[in-house]
């Protein structure tokens, strides 16, 4: 239904805004631990008098919501619309489809 599609897609960026969050939280680590292992030459490399006021333009780990974000969040998906319901709109289908040819004749 359309509702089991928007909750797919919503999965979905939500899978995405997670894996951007933890890509994050892994850059700040890695220049934690590299600022820790050699302080003064850490703050030297990182800091530049022509940077002062400008912000910083850091790439975004995860620009665009992937195939392997639906794919997760297909795995999680539940249909709201039952086993029988499919079944009669199928028997529907054929019948349209039969009706058609009988019409085209």
Do not use: W
């Amino acid at each position: 239904s359309g509702a089991d599609v928007s909750e797919i897609c919503q999965r979905a960026a939500k899978n995405a805004v997670r894996e951007a969050i933890a890509a994050e939280e892994a850059m700040l680590l890695e220049e934690e631990l590299a600022e820790a292992a050699d302080p003064e030459g850490y703050l030297a490399a990182e800091f530049d008098e022509e940077d002062l006021g400008e912000e910083d333009d850091i790439e975004d780990p995860v620009p665009f919501i992937t195939k392997a974000h639906f794919e997760e969040a297909m795995s999680f998906a539940r249909k709201s619309v039952p086993e029988s319901e499919i079944k009669r709109y199928i028997e529907f289908q054929k019948k349209m489809k039969a009706d058609a040819r009988g019409a085209g004749e």
